[in-house]
């Protein structure tokens, strides 16, 4: 059997910081990946990706959420190239 990354997707709904925290295991997310998040209607969001929107109430907690698990990328697809998303919401002004 083959060692496999496991990778936790957050898509659609931020969830609580506990979730990453380590694992009944002691494991605990080294980087998390943020690789579609759609507009939310009727909220005032910023596409900092093609396929990633996020709002001025939403950009803290992903900042959060990076200084928990050291990494935050934006990678749409594998074959993309990972993007650092604290640069983007600093580009996009969030």
């Known amino acids: 059997m083959r060692n496999r990354k496991r990778k936790n997707l ?28 759609a507009p939310i209607p009727g909220t005032k969001h910023v596409l900092v990706t093609r396929s990633v929107a996020v709002t001025a109430e939403q950009a803290p907690v992903y900042r959060a959420i990076a200084e928990k698990v050291g990494k935050l990328t934006a990678q749409t697809m594998v074959s993309n190239r990972k993007q650092d998303f604290l640069e983007l919401l600093d580009k996009s002004g969030l």
């Open 10 to 37: 957050v898509d659609r709904q931020i969830p609580p910081l506990r979730c990453f925290g380590p694992s009944r295991s002691g494991r605990s997310a080294q980087e998390v990946n943020v690789g579609n998040q």
